[in-house]
C-alpha cells in the first residue's frame, strides 16, 4: 500500500529551524527522485526542493541556501531541514515523487510567525 506521512511542522520564530519528515511505503523510495513541496494559504502547490536518486539536491530560488533536502533510502525517508526561517515559509509542507504522483499524504504544516 503506497503511503507517505509527513511530520515535523510547528509553530516557530523567524531565524528559527525545523525538520520535516517523510516516512514513505510502497513508492519504490530508492528508484525515484522525490521532492518537498508546499501549499501557502491561498496559492497554488509549490516545489521546494528535489532529491535525485543519488542524493543530488535542487532548490527553488525562495529556500536556496536555506533548506537542505536529504534522503535515507534504507528507512525510506525524506528530510527536509530549514533553517532561518521566514513569515513567508508558512504552509503545508508534502513530500512526493518527483515529478509528483496522484497519491498526497496530509502534510505538514510550518506557521512562522513572531
Known amino acids: 500500500q503506497e503511503q507517505l506521512v509527513e511530520s515535523g511542522g510547528g509553530m516557530v520564530r523567524p531565524g528559527d529551524s525545523l525538520r520535516l519528515s517523510c516516512v514513505t511505503s510502497g513508492i519504490g523510495f530508492s528508484a525515484n527522485a522525490m521532492g518537498w513541496y508546499r501549499q501557502a494559504p491561498g496559492k497554488q502547490r509549490e516545489l521546494v526542493a528535489v532529491?535525485?536518486?543519488?542524493?543530488?539536491?535542487t532548490y527553488s530560488d525562495s529556500v536556496q541556501g536555506r533548506f537542505i533536502i536529504s534522503r535515507d533510502n534504507g528507512k525510506k525517508t525524506l528530510y527536509l531541514q530549514m533553517n532561518n526561517l521566514k513569515p513567508e515559509d508558512t504552509a503545508l509542507y508534502y513530500c512526493?515523487?518527483?515529478?509528483?504522483?496522484?497519491?498526497w499524504g496530509q502534510g505538514t504544516l510550518v506557521t512562522v510567525s513572531s
Open positions: 532529491s535525485s536518486t543519488g542524493g543530488i539536491a
Open positions: 512526493n515523487t518527483f515529478p509528483a504522483e496522484e497519491l
